[in-house]
C-alpha cells in the first residue's frame, strides 16, 4: 500500500513538472507523451491539438480501465466462489475463472496499446 | 465514443453480476445429481412433527415403511440433520429417509438444538436429546402397533459426529440397542490444531475463531463443550481431556459397534485427516476393514458428497448391505 502510494506520487510529481514545462518544442513532445500516459485518456493528445488521437486514446483508456477493473473484481469473486464451491461441493467449473481472467487480460493489453499510442502519436503529430 | 463506454460499462456489471454463475449453477445441478440417487418409489406413511423433548426443536418425522408387518419394520435407521451446530432441519433427512423406509426399515429424523443467542448446546447435551428421540420413538411405533428391536444410527456432517457419539457412547443403553454408525462427512476428532490448518477452508476457520493460537483454540473447545477453557488450559495440555471427551474417535473401544463412512477427498469444511483419525482409532481397537469398519471415498466430491455419483450408489448400497449383516 505503502509503495503504491509512492508511485502513484511520484508519478503526480512527474506530471505536474512536465506539465509546467511549455515553450521547447522537443520537450513539449516529451510532456504530451507523459500526459497521456500518466494521466491518460488523451489528455497529451488534445493538449497537443491532435483530436483524433485523443479521441481514440480517451476511448482505448475507458474501455481498458473498465475491462481490467470489472475482471479484476470478477476474477476475485469467482475465486472466492470456486474455492468456497470445491470445498463444500466439489469439483466444480473454473470457467468463471478463466472468463474473468480473460478480460482482466483484455482490459491490460487495451491499456498497453493506449499507453504505446500514447507516446508514438505525438511523435507523428 | 460514448457508445463504446455505455457497452463497457454494461458489459463490466454484467461481468461482476454474474461471475461465478457458471461454477454456482453447477453446484446446483452436482448437489440434485446425487439427492436424486436417494430418490426411490415409496408409498409409505410419514408422520411429522412428532415431540420427543420439551426443547422447541425436539422434534422428529417418522416414515414407516409400506409393510409394518415385516421383519424390517423391526429395525430403526435414525438420521441426524448437519448444519455446523448452528442449522439444518430435520426435512434435510428425507431424502435417505424415504429410501430407508422405501426398503422397510422404519426411518425417522430429527431435529436437535441449535447454537444460538437463547440456546448453547454442546456435544453431550445434544447427545442426551438424541437418546431422549430414541426413546419416543420406541414408545411412538409401539402405540402403532410396530415392535423395534434395534436400531443404526446415521447423519450428515455435524449430524455425522452425533451418530459416532451416540454409536459410541450409548450403543448399549440406549432405548433400542444401536447395531451400526451411518457417519457423512462428520468431523471425528475437535483437536483445535488439526482445525487449525490449510485443509480447512479459511472461512470456516475465520468463523471458527480458528487462528492457531491457544486462545482460539481455547474458544473453539468451549463452544463445543460448554466448559470455559482458557488459553492457560490449552498451554499446560489440562484442554485436551476436554476435547478428547467431546470426540468422537476417544470413544471407540475393543466392543465399538460397526461404522460406514463417507468422505469427500476435496472436502475443506471438516478436515480430512479427520478420516484418518477415525480409521487409526478403529484399527487401534482391533478392529478390520471390510469387516468392522468401511470408507467409502468420494474423490471428486466436497464436503456435501455431491461429485460421485457411482460412489453414493456404491455407499447407498453397503447401507443396505450393513443392515442384512447387523440387524438382527
Known amino acids: 500500500m505503502k509503495k503504491l502510494a509512492l508511485i502513484m506520487m511520484l508519478m503526480l510529481s512527474v506530471t505536474a513538472a512536465v506539465c509546467a514545462a511549455d515553450g521547447d518544442p522537443v520537450r513539449d513532445v516529451g510532456k504530451f507523451q507523459l500526459q497521456n500516459t500518466f494521466i491518460g485518456f488523451g489528455v497529451g493528445s488534445r493538449h497537443q491539438g491532435d483530436t483524433r488521437t485523443a479521441n481514440l486514446l480517451l476511448g482505448l483508456d475507458i474501455t481498458g480501465t473498465t475491462l481490467a477493473v470489472s475482471g479484476g473484481v470478477a476474477l476475485g469473486a469467482s475465486i472466492f466462489v470456486y474455492n468456497g464451491m470445491r470445498a463444500m461441493v466439489g469439483e466444480v467449473t473454473n470457467a468463471d475463472i478463466w472468463i474473468s481472467a480473460g478480460v482482466l487480460g483484455a482490459g491490460v493489453v487495451t491499456l498497453i496499446v493506449s499507453k504505446i499510442l500514447g507516446i508514438s502519436m505525438p511523435l507523428k503529430y | ?260 463412512s463417507a468422505y469427500g477427498s476435496l472436502d475443506g469444511v471438516v478436515p480430512p485427516t479427520s478420516r484418518i483419525v477415525l480409521e487409526n482409532a478403529l484399527e487401534a481397537s482391533g478392529k478390520v476393514r471390510g469387516q468392522d469398519f468401511d470408507t467409502v471415498i468420494l474423490k471428486h466430491s466436497g464436503h456435501a458428497l455431491a461429485c460421485d455419483v457411482d460412489e453414493l450408489r456404491i455407499l447407498l448400497a453397503k447401507i443396505y448391505d450393513y443392515c442384512d449383516r447387523y440387524f438382527n
Request: proline share 4%; hydrophobic share 40%.
Open chain 2, 1 to 260: 465514443m460514448r457508445r463504446n463506454t455505455i457497452i463497457c460499462l454494461i458489459l463490466a456489471v454484467v461481468l461482476v453480476m454474474f461471475s461465478s454463475c457458471l461454477a454456482m449453477n453447477e453446484a446446483k445441478v452436482r448437489l440434485a445429481e446425487s439427492t436424486a440417487v436417494f430418490d426411490t418409489e415409496y408409498d409409505g406413511e410419514v408422520i411429522r412433527d412428532l415431540r420427543y423433548g420439551d426443547a422447541p426443536r425436539n422434534v422428529y418425522d417418522l416414515y414407516l415403511p409400506e409393510d409394518t408387518a415385516a421383519a424390517g419394520a423391526s429395525h430403526l435407521i435414525l438420521f441426524i440433520h448437519g448444519g455446523s451446530w448452528t442449522s439444518g432441519d430435520k426435512e434435510d433427512g428425507e431424502p435417505y429417509c424415504r429410501n430407508f423406509a422405501a426398503h422397510g426399515y422404519v426411518a425417522a429424523s430429527i431435529c436437535y438444538t441449535l447454537k444460538a443467542e437463547d440456546a448453547d448446546p454442546t456435544i453431550l447435551s445434544i447427545n442426551g436429546e438424541v437418546k431422549e428421540a430414541v426413546s419416543a420413538i420406541k414408545d411412538k411405533c409401539a402405540e402403532l402397533g410396530i415392535g423395534l428391536t434395534d436400531m443404526a444410527v446415521s447423519g450428515f456432517s455435524a449430524g455425522a459426529c452425533q451418530a459416532m457419539m451416540y454409536g459410541f457412547t450409548g450403543a448399549t443403553t440406549s432405548a433400542l440397542p444401536v447395531k451400526f454408525i451411518i457417519q457423512m462427512s462428520g468431523p471425528t476428532t475437535f483437536d483445535p490444531y488439526l482445525w487449525s490448518t490449510d485443509e480447512v477452508h479459511w472461512l470456516v476457520r475465520k468463523e471458527a475463531g480458528l487462528d492457531g493460537t491457544p486462545e482460539g483454540a481455547a474458544k473453539w473447545i468451549s463452544l463445543f463443550s460448554g466448559e470455559n477453557v482458557t488459553a492457560e488450559m490449552v498451554k499446560s495440555g489440562e484442554a485436551e481431556s476436554i476435547w478428547k471427551n467431546i470426540s468422537p474417535f476417544y470413544h471407540i473401544t475393543a466392543q465399538s459397534i460397526p461404522v460406514l
